[in-house]
């Protein structure tokens, strides 16, 4: 009897999807990496590396030379306790890093990380391809609307609506809230004529270290539930780094491991600021022996 891994069995088994992106469709045939780009003073683990627009240049051509496939631009904090700005400033702020990239970067792809319809509309025209709405809608009820309008690829992400806050004790199980939030939401994108639509369960928003992990071990159970391609964004996060009493910069290794865990349950997006170790874990797990 044979021993060790199945002959010709991958250890994930991969659906391909596709987005419309500057006017053309992009197909991915194995698990997408979006590059982080903070563009901000306060981010929890890169604040203030990349506010200056040559850094911010040197960072996109990093993360695109590492083998990230999307770049995800905030110039927001989206940390817990992290103060917002007024959105007519964060459009202004989001627009003029969205434009100077695409102009030094134009076939990259772009999206951006926001929460508020405004922005949302100044990035897209400023030439960003996606909106990655951490508010899911929540905190601005123009969002879905304003989308729907650019006819450009979102992603609904749950939890950011609640900005940062801790899940009640007592409230439903983990699987069955984010259930009912994106059934409820999806219906409304389409209704709307969203075409391209990507969730996020929002690991480290409005729960607890422990309810993160329960999320992650039961992640398969949303992937086979829903059909839009399911972004894992777990790099340097706190369920990470508090659980092994260290800080951010020391949670790669932690990020890779979950990222697997991710893929392996169905992710077909990981989110992280470090592309490389992502793309060597995609290979890997792709691979067949």
Known sequence: MKSGVTEGMNYIEFRPFSIVAHGQLIEYMRPAVMGILNVTADSFYDGGRHADPEQMLAHARWLLSEGADIIDVGVVSSRPGATLLPPDEEARRLAGAVRLLRKELPDAVLSVDTCYSLPAR??????????????????????????????????????????????????????????????????????????????????GFAKPVAENHELLRRLDELTT?????????????????????????????????????????????????????????????????
């Open 225 to 289: 539930l829903f059909r839009e391609p399911l972004v894992a964004a777990l790099s340097r996060k706190s369920m990470i780094y508090k659980p092994l009493g260290i800080t951010p910069d020391e949670a790669l290794t932690g990020t890779v491991v979950l990222d697997a865990l991710a893929l392996e349950r169905g992710a077909r997006i990981v989110r992280v600021h470090d592309p490389r170790p992502a793309v060597e874990t995609i290979k890997l797990m792709l691979s067949k022996y």
């Open 122 to 203: 100044a990035a897209v025209e400023a030439g960003a391809d996606l909106v990655n709405d951490i508010g899911g809608g929540q905190l601005d009820e123009q969002m879905f609307q304003t989308v729907s309008e650019l006819q450009v690829p979102y992603i609904l992400m749950h939890g950011g609506g609640e900005m940062h806050g801790t899940a009640p004790r007592g409230e439903a199980d983990v699987i069955d809230r984010l259930t009912h939030f994106f059934s409820e939401r999806i219906d409304r994108l389409y209704t709307l004529g969203i075409k391209d639509l990507w969730i996020d369960p929002g690991f």
